[in-house]
């Protein structure tokens, strides 16, 4: 069954530090999404993402972060200066078409701890 | 206001209860509904998704929506072990964001 890649599973990284996450979306599928989920809260959108730019994004999304799609197959996110309220398990997502409501694919996530 | 509230639980059964999972949510504009189910250390996966009001069924699943209360519930019949899990319940906004509660956590134990 296809699935959503992501990579690292774990970074820890020092705060200012950049950091890229990485995701291989389920190759058919068009729409890509980061959310994000601090430890004991919610699961929270951060960015969407279809042909080739962002298609919306959050209020967390400030200048720190930026999103990619360098080569037609990964997806990633920077974080440019980490900051330690950073930390947190960033989900990358995909979906086929609009048309199929809210039926994102999700990875099993990346854990950044910022220290 | 918070757009979509969940009481947290965490929600213990015995294996074979019925399970009633609910959430609230503030904006009335909101048209789709869904529930997502997290293993830990896993992603979300959607279970099912309603529109507006009335019920959906899917094996031992049924997800309901009152648009009137702006209330959705998701009923798990005959629950199992492997049905341990959080259960998120979601709405969507502008088509392209999820917007989630804060999850329930379940455990069927044997």
């Known amino acids: 069954e296809p699935e959503v890649t992501q990579t690292p599973s774990h970074q820890v990284t020092q705060m200012g530090q950049e950091v890229i996450l990485r995701c291989v979306p389920i190759?058919?599928?068009?729409?890509f999404y980061w959310y994000r989920q601090i430890l004991g809260q919610k699961v929270e959108f951060l960015v969407s993402?279809?042909?080739?730019?962002?298609?919306?994004k959050s209020e967390i999304f400030d200048d720190q972060f930026s999103v990619e799609r360098p080569d037609g197959s990964n997806f990633t996110l920077k974080i440019r200066s980490t900051k330690l309220e950073d930390s947190a398990m960033y989900f990358c997502?995909?979906?086929?078409?609009?048309?199929?409501?809210?039926?994102?694919?999700f990875g099993e996530g990346s854990r950044l701890t910022v220290l | 206001q918070k757009e979509v509230e969940q009481d947290p639980g965490p929600l213990s059964v015995p294996e074979g209860a019925i399970v009633s999972l609910n959430c609230t949510y503030s904006?009335?504009?909101?048209?789709?509904f869904m529930w997502y189910r997290q293993y830990s250390r896993k992603g979300p996966e959607l279970l099912m998704y309603?529109?507006?009001?009335g019920n959906k069924e899917d094996g031992r699943f049924t997800a309901q929506v009152d648009k009137s209360s702006k209330y959705i519930s998701l009923f798990i019949r005959d629950s199992q072990p492997s049905d341990s899990a959080t259960y998120l319940c979601a709405t969507l906004f502008n088509t392209d964001k999820l917007i989630f509660g804060t999850g329930t956590r379940l455990q069927v134990f044997p």
């Open positions: 997502a995909s979906s086929e078409d609009r048309e199929e409501i809210g039926e994102l694919f």
């Open positions: 309603t529109y507006s009001s």
């Open positions: 993402f279809y042909n080739n730019e962002i298609s919306e």
């Open positions: 190759s058919n599928h068009l729409y």
């Open positions: 904006n009335s504009a909101f048209q789709y």
